[in-house]
């Protein structure tokens, strides 16, 4: 089966850094995907993780713990426009992806 | 840039109504998805297709079902549309290959809404 973990909501302030963590249990995992959301908008692929280990783009990382079911993704130096929702999905068997219910990130000034 | 295409944007049936959702990829992607977004429950697969007239159940398929007859083109039918299929419905594409799953794209979505 297929079961993924992460927070509802999150605030943080512009300029500072925010950990949205990731929890999954996926028979057969394959890797981790990373979305981001705005309000009124079509998800956009963020990372995908498939080894263990950090990953950096820019101001956002993701990292990955097979052994723990774990992800992180990291934003630094924050902007208003990081204002979304984050999807956490995994990838398990053959194109089957499920999606967490994504975490809403607030970023106030 | 990977395109892809929901016919409407908004759409507004009557119960019982038959509705077409038609999504369509510029890509050649091989892999398409079909799913519902709702407050609370995120985004949950209905169908998904990997190949012309090939289609698979996703965690949603009751009171729906698929239609890929290009491989550009994926088309989800509402058979007898009920109010608690009102939801926000999005299509993806993705490309086989690289030995893994490949991120998917995703259209803007149709927000349909059942009386």
């Known amino acids: 089966g297929q079961n993924i973990d992460q927070p509802t909501e999150m605030t943080a302030t512009e300029g500072a850094i925010v950990q949205i963590n990731c929890t999954y249990q996926?028979?057969?995992?394959?890797?981790l995907f990373w979305y981001q959301q705005h309000a009124g908008e079509a998800p956009t692929f963020l990372s995908y993780?498939?080894?263990?280990g950090l990953e950096e783009k820019g101001r956002f990382s993701s990292f990955l713990s097979r052994s723990k079911g774990y992800s992180y993704l990291l934003l630094k130096e924050l902007q208003m426009k990081d204002s979304a929702s984050y999807l956490c999905?995994?990838?398990?068997?053959?194109?089957?992806?499920?999606f967490g219910i994504g975490t809403k990130l607030q970023v106030i000034p | 840039d990977v395109k892809v295409t929901q016919s409407s944007r908004y759409l507004v049936k009557r119960t019982g109504e038959k509705v077409f959702l038609e999504c369509v990829q510029d890509?050649?992607?091989?892999?398409m998805f079909w799913y519902r977004q709702d407050p609370g429950l995120g985004l949950r697969l209905i169908y998904f297709?990997?190949?012309?007239?090939?289609?698979e159940k996703g965690d949603i398929p009751e009171g729906y079902s698929v239609s890929r007859e290009k491989k550009e083109r994926f088309s989800l039918i509402l058979e007898s549309a009920s109010t608690n299929q009102t939801s926000m419905y999005l299509c993806?594409?993705?490309?086989?290959?690289?030995?893994?799953?490949?991120?998917?794209?995703f259209g803007d979505g149709t927000r349909l809404s059942i009386l």
């Open positions: 996926t028979s057969g995992f394959n890797g």
């Open positions: 297709s990997y190949d012309v007239k090939m289609k």
């Open positions: 993806a594409s993705s490309p086989t290959g690289g030995g893994s799953n490949q991120p998917q794209h």
């Open positions: 890509m050649d992607h091989e892999n």
């Open positions: 999905a995994s990838s398990g068997g053959y194109q089957k992806v499920t």
């Open positions: 993780n498939v080894l263990d």
